[in-house]
Structures are given as C-alpha cells and as structure tokens.
C-alpha cells in the first residue's frame, strides 16, 4: 500500500472515498427496492402476508448466497474490479425490469439482482480490507466508515423511493431504485480510470483468465453463464416453498469447501478461520431477528404503529438513519481506544451486538404498553427500539466485515467474505419463518403465547392470549406481533450473555488478531 499523502484521503486510502461512494449508490437502489416490495406485493399485487413473507424471505436469502460463488470467481478469474463492475450491470438491469408489472419481469427482476449482487457484494467489500496492510491500526475505523456509506444509501433510499412510488406509482420508485445503482457503478468506474486502486483488484492470474473456449475468454464466458443462470434463481423465488432444499445444497457446499481450506492451511490460520466460522453463526442468529425490518416490522408499523412523518415503507430508513449518526463516532471511538490498548477485541463485540439487538426488540415488545383504542402503538417504541438494535449492529456487523478479511488465508479471503454473507443468507430463511409466525389465523395463537415464553410475553408486555382473543382482529395481530418481538428478543439477549462469558477463550483462537 502506497502510504504517501498523494494517495491518502482523511486519513485513510484514497481508493476508500471510490468504494465508500459506489457503495452507498448500490445500496441506495438495493434497500430503495426493498422498502416498497413486500408492501407492493401485499397493496398492488394482493398477494397474502404469508405468501409475500415467502417470497421476500427467499429473495433476500438468495441476494446472500450467491456472494459465495462471486467470491469463488473473483478470487480465481475475475479479480475484485470486473466482478464488481458486471454484479453492477446486472443489479441495474434488475431494478429497471421491475417496472414492467408482469410475473416474468417481477420474477426475473428479483433474478437478476440476486445473481448481480453476488458479484458486486463481498468483493466491493474485500477490495475495502485489499487497501490496508495486514495490522494496520486503521482498518476497523475503514471499515466502519464504509459501513456508513451502506446505510447513508439505506437511509435515503425508502424516503425517496417511497416519495415516488407514493406520489407516482409503484413502479417509479423502482425506477429509481435503478438509477441509484447506474450512479454506483459510474463512481466506481471514475475510481477505475483515476487509479486510485493502483495494482489492487485486477484479474489474479492473466493467463488462466485469457483462456479460450469457443472463441471466448473466461471473463466472457462468466458473464454468459451469469445471465444463463437468472431464470433458475427466478424459479426459484416463485416456488420457494421448496427452498430448504437449497439450503441443504448450499450447506453442503459450504462445510465442504470449508473442510477442503481447513486441511490446506497452517495451525495459526486454521484456529482463526474456526473463529471466523462462529462469528459468522452469531451473524446468522443476528440477521434473522434484525431482518424482520424489511418484513414483519414494516407491516407492524402500517398496521399497528400512529407513523408520524413518514409511511410505513419510509421506515425501513430510521435504522440507517442512526448509522448515519453513530458510525463516525463508533468509527473515532475504536481508534481512539485502539490508541489507549483499551479497544475491546472482536469476540466481546459480537457479544455486546447481541445483547443490544435483543434489547431493541424487547423495547418493540414494550410498546404494547401505549396501545390505543384502534391497536395502535406509539412510534417513540419503534423509534427507540431501532435505536438500540443500531448500536448492537455497530458493534457487530462492521467489526465483522473487517474481522473476515484478517481472519481469512489470503488466497481465501474473497471466498470467506462469501461465507460471512452466507449468514444473511441463512439469517434471511429463518427470518422468513419468524415473519411467517406473526401471520395471523382466526382462534389461534402462535407458539410463543404458551409455557415459558408465553409468561416472558406477558411480563414484558402485560398482554395474555386470553386477552387478545377478547379483542379486536387488529389487538390479536398486534399481540402477535408483539409476541414474536419479546421472545427473540430474550434470545438474543441469553445468546449475547453466553458469547460474552466465551469470548476469553476465542481471543485466543484469533491468534493476535484483536
């Protein structure tokens, strides 16, 4: 890495300012998009919860699953730059054909961004770790402020999307959902052509890549079977009641490839890739309580939440809104404490990531405490609640990312940035299911109304089964609302506590890596 002045920006690499800015855009269009679809499927599709739950459960399952081939490809053949710019091509493509109102287009769309972002995502990431030293103080605090261009993109993205497809139609909030991802891939290939990457990035191995086979280089022949494999994933999405088959494939794969890296590598980097694999299951039990923000919280906050100043897609944006607020700080507290030797390390992190999510959703529990004559809740909960489950994501998802790259063998690391993706990947299927247990049917009430968590439900919220059944069709969906929220909340709050209690002992399987 060139350390001169030249190159370096506020501190940091300059490429860091390239990646910071076409990351925001692509994920402006990425959470701009997912704002509007479950509520389009439920308002303009007339899809049912369930049915909607299960599509955007599988959609956004498969989005991190296909990091672990792009990751493969790019580590092998394409290098971080052509895999970054072709996922980009796609993501945009996908975006723009969701404005077509037809079941090949809607499909289709979903398709392509699945496959698009398997490519632009883990490595627009790994290319972030390529820019720092292996021990560089300030890599944590880059990756942090990284992280704040994600959510500065999720932040604006449901308000102006909304805004548009409130004010114009469904399909001019796609519309430009797509554009955001077009100015994406502009600013990163502006960074290209500036050279402010200087030799990070390129294709591995030239020759393998200049290949032939048909007349066809190996970068061509990737882009072909990326477009070839669209309809399979769009299948996939329409009949994703079948999806634990794929997750049985992917598992596979993954405890495959993983056991073949294992037996390759040295003792140091084969503890460290063991800790690298339980931060990714932590992230798994995170991402399936946290992503109920895109599905069952959003229809929470339409249906049972008095919304003051925004709709309920618009909500989707109060938890990047705080990563705005926060990360610079988070960003400043780490070097600082870095500086003093007082910074926690990752293991005591994870933790405390946990901790904090499950107070957030218990605070959501709480809000049953405000409910009004019509089953509404005050939005000073569901404010409050994403306030504290932004903090236990600060403390969590960034640090990961920045962990993955340390923790990775070098020649691995795109592939290992997959695999941490392949938390959401699991995360989003089992938060399809704890979506699904907030649907409501008529004279039943879900699992956590009984036994153990049923008493947790009621001393949280003061609300009994007998109660809610007593009410109104909209108290007995806000009780199971509620319900659900209060119980993982609990969960994750014993999980954090046991992580907490274990992290002297994965400090030292990380080997000296903090």
Same mark, same amino acid.
């Given at each position: 890495m060139?350390t001169?002045?030249s190159?370096e920006?506020f ?8 990646l910071?800015?076409?990351?925001l855009?692509?994920?402006?269009s ?8 479950v509520?389009?499927m *439920?308002?303009?599709l007339l899809? *049912?919860?369930? %049915?909607a !739950?299960?599509?955007?459960?599988? @959609?956004?399952? $498969? ?8 990751g ?5 053949? $394409?290098? !971080?730059r ?7 091509v796609?993501?945009?493509?996908g ?6 109102e037809?079941?090949? !287009?809607?499909y289709?769309?979903?398709g ?18 390529? #820019? ?13 402020? !990284?992280?704040?261009?994600?959510? /500065? ?8 999307c909304a805004w ?22 502009l ?8 050279d ?7 294709e591995p ?5 200049n ?5 066809l ?7 072909i ?11 996939i999405i ?5 999806? &634990?088959? #794929?997750?049985?494939?992917?598992s ?6 993983i ?7 040295n003792?140091?980097? +084969? ?6 694999i339980?931060?990714?299951?932590l992230? *798994?039990?995170?991402?399936a ?9 959003? $229809?929470?906050?339409?249906?049972n939440?008095n919304?003051v100043?925004?709709?309920a ?11 705005m /607020?926060?990360a610079i700080?988070?960003?400043? $507290?780490?070097?600082? =404490?870095? +500086? ?8 005591? +992190?994870f ?5 904090f999510?499950?107070?957030?959703f218990?605070?959501f529990?709480?809000?049953?405490h405000?409910?009004?004559e019509?089953a509404?809740?005050? %939005?000073? @909960? ?9 903090i ?5 998802s960034?640090?990961?990312?920045s962990k %993955? ?5 070098l020649k ?12 959401n ?9 704890i979506?699904? =247990?907030?649907?409501?049917t008529?004279?039943? *009430? ?18 009994t089964?007998e ?6 069709d ?16 609990v969960?994750?709050?014993i ?8 992290s002297?002992?994965i400090?030292?399987? %990380?080997?000296?890596? &903090?």
């Open positions: 060139n001169s002045n190159n920006a501190g940091h690499p300059k490429g860091l300012l390239y910071f800015f076409a990351e855009w692509e994920r402006f990425f959470y701009g998009m997912r704002a509007l679809l509520l389009y *439920t308002k303009q899809f *049912t919860d369930d %049915m !739950f299960g599509i955007y459960a599988a @959609y956004m399952s $498969l989005v991190y699953v296909t990091p672990m081939i792009g493969i490809l790019a580590d092998k053949i $394409l290098g !971080f052509k895999a970054i710019l072709l996922g980009g796609l993501m945009a493509l975006h723009f054909f969701l404005t077509f037809h079941p090949v !287009f809607f289709g769309s979903l392509l961004i699945i496959v698009g972002n398997g490519f632009f995502k883990p490595n627009i990431s790994s290319f972030v770790g390529d #820019l720092y030293q292996q021990g560089d103080a300030r890599r944590d605090s880059g990756f942090t402020i !990284f992280y704040l261009g994600i959510n /500065l993109g999720a932040a604006i993205a449901p308000l102006a548009f497809a409130e004010s114009y139609g469904w399909h001019y909030g796609f519309v430009l959902a797509g554009i955001g991802m077009v100015v994406g891939l600013v990163f290939n502006k960074g290209l052509k500036s402010v990457f200087g030799n990070k990035g390129f191995n030239t020759t393998l890549y290949k032939t086979w048909l007349g280089n190996k970068g061509q022949q990737i882009t079977a990326a477009f070839l494999t669209v309809p399979l994933f769009a299948i329409k009949f994703h009641q079948f999806e &634990h088959y #794929l997750v049985w494939v992917v596979v794969f993954l405890i495959g490839y056991i073949y890296i294992l037996k390759s590598v003792a140091i980097e +084969k503890k460290r890739l063991t800790v690298a339980y931060f990714t299951v992230y *798994t039990l995170f991402s309580i946290f992503e109920q923000a895109g599905s069952s919280l959003t $229809l929470f906050a339409d249906r939440v919304l100043g925004m709709d897609a618009g909500t989707n944006s109060i938890n990047a809104g705080f990563i /607020l926060f700080p988070f960003s400043i $507290l780490w070097t600082y =404490l870095s +500086k003093r030797k007082k910074n926690p390390n990752s293991a005591i +992190k933790s405390l990531g946990l901790i999510l499950g107070l957030g218990i605070i529990a709480l809000s049953a405000s409910v009004d019509l509404k809740t005050s %939005m000073l @909960y569901l404010v409050l609640g994403y306030l504290v489950l932004t236990g994501e600060l403390f969590l960034p640090i990961g990312l %993955m790259t340390e923790l990775s063998p691995y690391v795109a592939f290992i940035m997959g695999v941490w993706f392949s938390a990947f699991y995360g989003h299927y089992f938060a399809g299911k979506a699904k =247990l907030t649907t409501v008529e004279g039943e *009430t879900n699992v956590f109304t009984k036994g153990i968590f049923g008493d947790t439900v009621e001393f949280i919220t003061g609300i089964p109660i809610a059944m007593q009410n109104s909209n108290f007995q969906q806000l009780y199971s609302y509620l319900s659900v929220y209060a119980s993982f909340g969960i994750s709050v999980v954090g506590i046991f992580a907490l209690l274990i002297p002992v400090k030292k399987l %990380m080997s000296g890596v &903090h």
